[in-house]
RNA sequence: GCCGAGGUAGCUCAAUGGUAGAGCAAUAGUUUUGUAAACUAUAGGUUGGAGGUUCGAUCCCUCUCCUCGGCUCCA
């Protein structure tokens, strides 16, 4: 079907139509969806009588090697439209016949009463297939060690859960068997890294079966990575003049019939909680208070622009099978702020956001990054003038940065257009973190207002910004980025020290409190074990440094310093040493 | 929410229609260790929860919660 027309899309695209032709020798009566490329491979939809179990797949690989093995042509064939139509009935594909009568629109929707129109179909053996090609020109093209099925997932036919949930089948191909190995290794090291897994590794955090989904608890060495960043975070926000505020975690209903919230964005709100004779909600959102904040005074245009910032925790109703880890939770801290400025000063804020972003992002180690304007949505509120004002504002900003973006169009939220910045990861894997939204709604609703030089009331834009996004979802990044070998000022236990056995215990406690004098994280293992085993241990808990400490270090006022991934860096004075952590934790900006 | 797979000790996993076992971790003792796992012993479980079938359920059935792979959605 959809095709890139690159060598490696071909070929995955064409072992997807052998998937197909194996399934039909399987299920002669399989109904067939479509089967396009993704990253990294393809899959084939099916409507099967029975459902698919794993051990369905290497029978599959085994047909799929078969037709590979008869190096069976592809053969394109152009036929009229009707034909393909009456073709599809007899051979009960209502799928595809679905499929052409789409394409017979579009096709009228642009070029109006195209005539003679012909679709283009390929037959492989006995499987034929509605599809624009481009193939491979036989099987055996296709290296029979070179391709593998992964895995079995349900997909509503064409995206939308009004439909039928067909049978999915992913699968991959590569040109040699080596590629092949070195991407099955690629998912394994994703897995290895996966922040849920070092979560619990690591006893970072968990999410507990009774607190209900998407609901983590944040453990000691977790929380310190947190207050570490947060700490960070206000730092700079402070020294780019926002202003630090609180809110609440539940409000008056009123807010959020006002906001539009309660009408726009119901179906993430949670049930109204009654206290009294009021309503109240979980906030969703940290913006309207931060409106309180700034209406708690008349505004002068010499105030703005203004600043409000808060890591705020918000609560949104996720479905279910949505959740995901840290990524992907139902109670989260936004790391938000709203900048309220004039129309006059709107590029430059954008401009001074959008710097801040990329410079924070840095810090932790991610510099490579998507950008994504979105446009208006079909669901908007306020004029398409305003509209166009925003977007070509941010535009504006985007252009002055001189950093790439690619525009979104509809994907803009239901107030007013944005910029996010999805980062990528140490595997290359796309977050979306930083988004920075244009809000020309909520001042109206609340009837936000400055007064201008000339005495008169004036209507201030608001800005929405996270530049993290969420700590939780960040947080659950940063350990797949690092694999959960934090930098040290990150790290929650910066240096261990092994003492090699309980006489040189006094000398460990020494060295400790020395580092403790230096706000360094250090704990002391006392444990009755080998020093192998601390070793192990620490080199598992991927502590960054671990100091061997005995008779020799006694006498030489030193530590034998084991670097995370740099193995025994031998003696180092202990001075020496604590200058050389201190430095290491200044972060470099 | 939908399709599918799961939930057994803190962790990783095993077993059975007759109320469960290993390794690691924990605890105690022995050992005093020089760069990735010392030795011995002890303790640890309403088999996610509720209901049902059965003489008897961890196992079979129903519901529910949670987790996982996707779809859809998203910070």
Redesign the pocket.
């Known amino acids: 079907m959809e095709n890139k027309n690159n060598k490696l899309d071909i070929l995955r695209h064409s072992t997807s139509h052998i998937l197909a032709s194996a399934v039909l020798d399987m299920f002669p009566e399989a109904k067939f969806g479509i089967g396009p490329t993704?990253e990294g491979g393809f899959?084939y939809d099916f409507d099967l009588p029975r459902?698919?179990?794993?051990e369905d797949l290497p029978i599959l690989e085994e047909k799929i090697r078969a037709i590979i093995k008869q190096n069976l042509a592809f053969e394109k064939k152009q036929i009229d439209v009707k034909k393909a139509q009456e073709l599809f009935k007899k051979a009960k594909q209502p799928y595809k016949v679905e499929l052409i009568k789409d394409l017979v629109k579009e096709e009228k929707a642009t070029l109006r009463q195209a005539q003679g129109k012909k679709v283009t179909i390929y037959k492989t053996g006995n499987f034929v297939d509605l599809c624009r090609g481009p193939h491979i020109d036989s099987t055996g093209e296709i290296k029979s060690d070179a391709f593998k099925l992964l895995?079995?997932?349900?997909?509503?036919w064409r995206?939308?859960?009004k439909n039928k949930?067909l049978?999915?089948i992913?699968g991959t191909a590569f040109e040699n068997k080596k590629d092949l190995e070195a991407y099955l290794k690629k998912l394994e090291e994703a897995e290895k890294r996966?922040h849920?897994?070092l979560g619990?590794?690591l006893d970072l955090f968990s999410?507990p079966?009774?607190?209900?989904?998407?609901?983590p608890v944040w453990h000691p060495k977790g929380a310190v990575v947190r207050q570490t960043i947060e700490d960070f975070w206000k730092k700079e926000h402070q020294a780019k003049d926002y202003k630090l505020v609180y809110s609440p975690h539940i409000g008056n209903i009123n807010i959020w019939k006002k906001s539009g919230h309660w009408d726009f964005y119901r179906?993430?709100l949670y049930s109204p909680i009654k206290i009294d004779t009021e309503e109240y909600l979980l906030k969703p959102m940290n913006c309207p208070f931060h409106i309180f904040v700034y209406q708690s005074q008349t505004r002068s245009y010499k105030d703005l622009p203004l600043r409000y910032a808060e890591l705020g925790t918000v609560y949104?109703y996720?479905?279910?099978?949505?959740?995901?880890?840290?990524?992907?939770?139902?109670g989260?801290t936004?790391d938000d702020a709203h900048i309220f400025c004039t129309p006059e000063q709107l590029s430059e804020e954008l401009v001074r956001i959008i710097e801040f972003a990329v410079k924070m992002l840095k810090v932790f180690g991610f510099s490579d990054y998507d950008i994504f304007l979105s446009t208006r949505p079909e669901k908007f509120i306020g004029n398409e003038k305003i509209w166009d004002k925003a977007t070509k504002a941010l535009k504006y900003a985007l252009d002055k940065t001189g950093l790439k973006y690619q525009i979104d169009p509809g994907?803009g939220?239901f107030y007013g257009p944005k910029i996010?910045i999805k980062i990528k990861d140490a595997l290359d894997r796309a977050w979306?973190?930083?988004?920075i939204q244009v809000d020309f709604n909520l001042p109206e609703r609340f009837d936000v207002s400055y007064i201008d030089e000339k005495g008169k009331k004036q209507q201030p834009i608001m800005i929405h910004r996270?530049l993290?996004?969420?700590l939780?979802?960040?947080i659950g990044v940063l350990i797949e980025h690092y694999a959960g070998a934090f930098p040290v000022w990150l790290a929650p236990e910066q240096v261990w020290i092994l003492?090699?056995?309980?006489?040189?215990k006094e000398y460990a406690l020494k060295v400790a409190e020395a580092l403790k004098q230096q706000n360094i994280r250090v704990v002391v293992k006392n444990?009755?074990?080998?020093?192998?085993?601390k070793?192990?241990?620490g080199?598992?808990q991927k502590i960054p440094y671990?100091l061997?400490?005995?008779?020799?270090?006694?006498s030489a006022e030193s530590v034998?310093?084991?670097e995370r991934g740099k193995?025994?860096l031998?003696?180092i004075k202990l001075d020496k040493f604590i200058e050389k952590i201190i430095d290491e934790i200044k972060i470099k900006k």
């Open positions: 993704v899959y459902t698919l179990i794993p895995k079995i997932a349900g997909a509503y995206g939308s859960e949930m049978q999915r992913y996966d849920r897994k619990k590794d999410l079966e009774l607190a209900g989904g998407g609901l179906e993430n949104r996720e479905r279910s099978g949505v959740l995901h880890g840290l990524t992907r939770v139902r989260f936004q994907e939220v996010d979306q973190c930083t988004t996270a993290l996004g969420s939780e979802r960040f003492p090699i056995g309980s006489r040189h444990e009755n074990e080998t020093i192998g085993k070793i192990r241990d080199e598992l671990l061997v400490v005995g008779d020799k270090e006694i034998a310093v084991r193995g025994d031998g003696p």
